[in-house]
């Protein structure tokens, strides 16, 4: 049976059909969610996409994280289920405090498209079981406020726990504290990654197919025996 | 989301002008002067109505009369797009409806065009450029297609001026902004930089959208008793008389303040959510036609679509959800507010179609419906405020002939070419200028600008920036897809519009061939001074008529287009800088040609003739100040042959890479070639190395292929009657004219990044 991959449509949502894209690419069944909706229809796992959730209006992920879905998504992320936020979808985990830290303003103050390497840290995560860690891959950085930020204690927790899943390996592009490009929470299902894996799955028309990983890793860690 | 505040306008002043008032009162003295018409056209005006208008219908004529809205300098010369059109069966839809469509095979069709926002981008360069980009999208949207993405031509001041400091960050910041938000690929454009801009910048959006052939929607308010849908934003007092007041008169150069409340605001969220609302109304089949609603607003959808239609409307004014209250009809009417699109429904679908809007949060209130009575009527709490003939404002304008004459100096201008200017010869020399050309603002990286845009959302971008054209797949199983370039030089078109024009045209058109695509359909957005300075006027007719001759030449369609007039300083008008937009077909994106020197040990073929052309080029600008003489010579039959050349080559697989050759000539190219691909090369200069690297001869681009390849496409040449040269081979870390100079990569890519990065901050 091919794992079932919800990726939820809030208002505002842009990269929603290339998050789809993706999961049908490392062949598993893409399921369009609705934000009001308050079932996730038994998927197997949920990718929420980038873009600007209800205008990034008050601050980017704030509004989203009250949408009838999240409800749905936190409760089921608590009994294990894979999550993984992109960009504005990483914004939204952080509000719903499924995961650790908070992006601000680039350090830059302007948005930047970039290509940009980063490093595997965590290859444990269901995200990044297919890779190893200290991986360089090449995805796609895209955003006007992605820079990781959190108080001292919780980055020495999240060091210490393994929960640093990516960081950024060519440069900080965005005044990231310690280059941090992406987290997990403490069980390791939640995920959230400030660049685009999903924008890197075929180099016709991204800078590599690295991004695929996560979507294979995904794959592989829902498989039922 | 209700960030607007809902005002239920119930402004039923008793002072308000009606039908009746005027009839009554044929004497009242109406301001007519300040909303930009003529004595002659408001005696018009009275005259068609048989009665003085209300204020109400003086707001509707003044906007649809104005220069923005009616063409009525342009008009009588724009007919040569139509009379010199090719024989061709690509146009579904041409010049009139919102933008062009055009057929590209597989069921698909695409429209696209090119629009601008000049004026508001100075007052406000933010807003301005925002709204410029939202503007576009909504005509693409208004065609029944999904848009997929926007490319942008800019044009500013000096780089060092301080006004530039101002516009440039807001412009960039405007289109990234609106365009990020709005989940649209960013994939090329233009940016350039001269003194003539520095008061009247130029900021010029393009949109190309994407439709099956059966879903093409027309603005046509067809079938009496449908009704009249208002959706999107509610409608507020921003960009009133836009249309008139701002784009169709020139700026003193001080106190634009004053103009600032004309400049609109964008949401692009809202819009974000008015593209996907509309293209789910589109699938359910509830929409019989649709207009956006950009310069002139309601006064505009609602006259072109009772004219499209051939019927009549009747619209309740009070009942337009508004964001303030006080607004009386004529402000309603003249409202510039973003973001919304009128709708006509037959009534058994109204329910659903407002189900729909409720599902994306977008607001939808009828406002009115068709009749067949040939006259657009409106009322105002009960009051018959409107009763004119939707034609008479939309179709039926002033059509001025205007005086044109040759500049007195042009002469001058041409005799003071560039013959006698000091050339460099010498190894030093040429390395110098080939610095000071790669690292002048008009030849620099722009990547500080570009990558403020998203270009990689939806997955479909194949080439963007810093590549000649922008490259879209359109379906991932056949890999059909299209290119587009836009180009423009008003140093070219100041020394002579019409060679100057065919100049963008050709290069636009060379852009697209250099992926690997056919060219097959142009668009335009002609930005040019008052016309009612027959020295511009000129101007504008020898671009038009030079634009109307090479489409004709190069069989391709115009498809519809902009202008845009008043674009000066005091009496001091911008160069002419007609932009041109062409569209190409790739029937395989995967073939795709890109720029950048990517491999070692290619060989390098110069394609095309070189002369000694440096009239308006960068290096005589740059190097010496200078402006005159003749532009390059224009041979659009070369341009044919090596456009076929290309895409033959991309098809067989005989070269890896191609460029453009232009500003700055092959020294520029074969920098950028090495900066994007990071890769060197040797080349070996003929007799003249200054021609050779800085003439600007058109109908020219460089490749490369394994040497291998070599004889299969020179022998391509031979029978393409394209002249080839190899000139070199690619490889190493150096940037090598052989005898002559040599330059590191690294020094090179200091050179060429430093100049933007400083200015966009």
């Avoid at chain 1, 927790?157 to 592009?173: C, D, F, K």
């Avoid at chain 2, 010199?84 to 041409?94: E, Q, R, S, W, Y």
């Avoid at chain 2, 807003?127 to 208004?142: E, H, K, P, S, Y």
Wanted: charged residues 20%.
């Amino acid at each position: 049976m091919t794992a079932r991959i919800g990726v939820v449509t809030f208002p505002g949502s842009l990269d929603d059909r290339d998050a789809r894209r993706a999961v049908q690419y490392a062949g598993a069944q893409p399921v369009e969610l609705w934000h009001d909706e308050t079932s996730l229809h038994g998927v197997d796992a949920v990718v929420l996409p980038g873009g600007f959730s209800y205008g990034d209006y008050l601050r980017c992920g704030a509004i989203a994280r009250f949408a009838p879905v999240m409800g749905q998504i936190v409760q089921a992320a608590s009994r294990g289920l894979p999550v993984l936020g992109i960009c504005n979808g990483f914004q939204i985990l952080c509000e719903a405090h499924l995961l650790p830290g908070a992006l601000a303003r680039n350090g830059g103050l302007r948005f930047i498209t970039r290509d940009v390497t980063i490093r595997i840290e965590n290859d444990t995560s269901p995200w990044t079981r297919q890779y190893r860690a200290g991986q360089d891959i090449r995805v796609v950085l895209k955003s006007g406020e992605g820079a990781y930020m959190a108080d001292p204690q919780t980055l020495a927790r999240i060091e210490a726990n393994g929960q640093v899943l990516a960081r950024y390996a060519s440069g900080n592009p965005n005044g990231s504290q310690r280059d941090i490009a992406g987290v997990v929470s403490e069980d390791g299902n939640v995920a959230g990654l400030m660049p685009h894996p999903e924008h890197a799955i075929d180099e016709l028309t991204g800078p590599s197919a690295d991004g695929l990983g996560f979507f294979a890793s995904v794959l592989q860690a829902v498989a039922i025996p | 989301m209700s960030h607007d505040v809902v005002a239920t306008a119930r402004n039923a002043s008793p002072a308000q002008d009606s039908v009746t008032a005027a009839a009554a009162t044929p004497d009242r003295a109406q301001p007519f002067a300040a909303l930009g018409l003529t004595a002659d056209e408001y005696g018009r005006i009275a005259g068609l109505l048989g009665r003085r208008p209300t204020d109400a219908e003086l707001a509707i004529y003044s906007v649809m009369w104005s220069e923005h809205c009616s063409y009525k300098s342009s008009r009588k010369h724009l007919r040569q797009f139509a009379d010199k059109a090719p024989a061709t069966d690509v146009l579904l839809a041409g010049i009139g409806q919102n933008a062009g469509v055009v057929d590209v095979g597989q069921g698909y069709a695409v429209t696209f065009k090119i629009e601008s926002h000049n004026h508001p981008s100075y007052v406000e360069p933010f807003q301005g450029a925002a709204t410029g980009v939202g503007g576009i999208v909504r005509d693409i949207l208004a065609m029944g297609a999904r848009p997929v993405a926007v490319m942008d031509a800019l044009r500013f001041g000096p780089a060092d001026a301080p006004d530039t400091r101002r516009v440039l960050p807001g412009v960039v910041g405007g289109i990234s902004f609106y365009g990020n938000c709005l989940g649209l690929p960013n994939i090329g454009g233009e940016l350039a930089f001269d003194p003539c801009y520095a008061g009247n910048p130029l900021v010029n959006a393009l949109c190309v959208g994407v439709l099956r052939h059966e879903d093409l929607k027309l603005a046509a308010a067809t079938g009496p008793g449908n009704q009249v849908i208002l959706l999107g934003s509610r409608t507020g007092p921003d960009g009133i008389g836009g249309a008139s007041v701002l784009a169709s008169a020139s700026f003193g150069g001080t106190g634009e303040g004053a103009k600032r409340p004309s400049v609109q605001v964008g949401d692009p969220f809202m819009e974000k959510l008015l593209i996907e609302c509309c293209l789910e109304l589109y699938q359910a089949g509830l929409v019989v036609g649709i207009q956006d609603l950009g310069a002139a607003g309601v006064a505009c959808a609602t006259t072109e679509l009772a004219a499209g239609g051939g019927t009549g409307m009747r619209v309740r004014l009070d009942s337009i959800p508004l964001r303030d209250a006080s607004l009386g009809p004529a402000e309603i009417l003249m409202s510039e507010s973003q973001e919304r699109m009128m709708a006509i429904v037959e009534p058994r679908h109204v329910a659903a179609f407002l189900g729909i809007c409720a599902k994306w949060e977008v607001p939808a209130t009828v406002i009115g419906e068709v009749t067949d009575t040939g006259r657009l009527e409106m009322t105002w709490h009960g009051q018959q405020v409107v009763d004119i003939p939707p034609g008479s404002a939309a179709n039926s304008g002033p059509v001025y002939d205007r005086p044109a004459r040759r500049p007195a100096g042009q002469d001058a201008l041409i005799a003071a070419g560039p013959a006698r200017l000091p050339f460099p010869g010498t190894g030093a020399e040429l390395r110098a200028d080939l610095l000071l050309l790669l690292g002048s603002p008009d030849a620099c990286d722009k990547t500080p600008v570009t990558e403020q845009y998203d270009h990689y959302v939806r997955g479909d971008t194949v080439l963007a920036m810093p590549h000649d054209a922008g490259l879209l797949r359109i379906d991932a199983q056949t890999g059909l897809g299209v290119a587009l370039a836009t180009d423009g030089n008003g140093r070219y078109c100041q020394l002579d519009p019409y060679a100057g024009t065919q100049l963008a045209l050709a290069e636009a058109y060379r852009n697209v061939a250099v992926t690997g695509a056919r060219p097959l359909a142009v668009t335009n957005c002609l930005n040019f001074g008052s016309p009612e300075d027959p020295a511009v006027m000129w101007q504008f007719t020898e671009a038009v008529r030079g634009l109307a001759d090479g489409c004709l030449q190069l069989g391709l369609p115009v498809t519809g287009g902009n202008v845009s007039f008043y674009n000066q300083t005091g009496g001091t008008p911008i160069q002419p800088t007609p932009v041109v937009g062409v569209l190409g077909v790739h029937d395989d994106v995967r073939r795709r040609v890109g720029s950048g020197f990517t491999v070692a040990d290619a060989s390098i073929v110069l394609l095309g003739e070189t002369r000694a052309e440096f009239g308006g080029s960068l290096w005589a600008w740059l190097r010496h100040r200078h402006l005159g003489g003749r532009p390059p010579a224009v041979d659009l039959e070369a341009e044919r042959a090596l456009a076929r050349l290309l895409a033959t080559a991309a098809e067989r697989g005989l070269i890896r890479t191609a460029h453009d050759v232009s500003d700055g000539g092959l020294a520029v190219a074969l920098a950028e070639c090495c900066l994007s691909g990071g890769t060197g090369c040797v080349v070996q200069p003929p007799a003249d190395p200054a021609s050779f690297l800085f003439s600007e001869s058109a109908a020219r681009a460089v490749v490369t292929l394994t040497v291998a390849a070599a004889p299969e496409l020179l022998r391509a040449c031979e029978e393409a009657a394209v002249p080839a040269a190899v000139i070199g081979t690619t490889g190493g870390a150096l940037l090598e004219v052989t005898g002559l100079f040599s330059v590191p990569l690294a020094e090179l890519a200091e050179v060429y990044r430093a100049p933007l990065g400083d200015l966009v901050g």
